[in-house]
């Protein structure tokens, strides 16, 4: 993964909905101890735990409006 795949706003948008709890978050496929929690860069996801990569993201994740939605709930009602 050297070229650049996402904008910085973009890995800003992935990497809240990573950890907005809105679905299970996208995780390392390796077996290691530590986090195997995925963080978004401009060439891709990583894992700080070893050097798996992944280079695709579901494209509603994107855009920012899902972290939105999230935030908000899906039905109107604000998470507490």
Not at 6 to 19: A, K, M, R
Not at 29 to 58: F, M, S
Request: with cysteine; net charge negative; proline share 2%.
């Amino acid at each position: 993964m050297a070229k650049e795949i996402w904008t910085h706003e973009q890995v800003h948008n992935l990497n809240e909905y990573q950890v907005a709890g809105v679905m299970h978050p996208f995780t390392c496929g390796n077996e290691h101890p530590g986090d195997k929690e995925l963080v978004a860069t401009v060439r891709g996801w990583i894992c700080t735990g070893c050097d798996y990569t992944q280079d695709w993201a579901h494209s509603f994740m994107i855009d920012g409006s899902a972290v939105d939605a999230a935030r908000k709930g899906f039905m109107g009602v604000t998470n507490a």
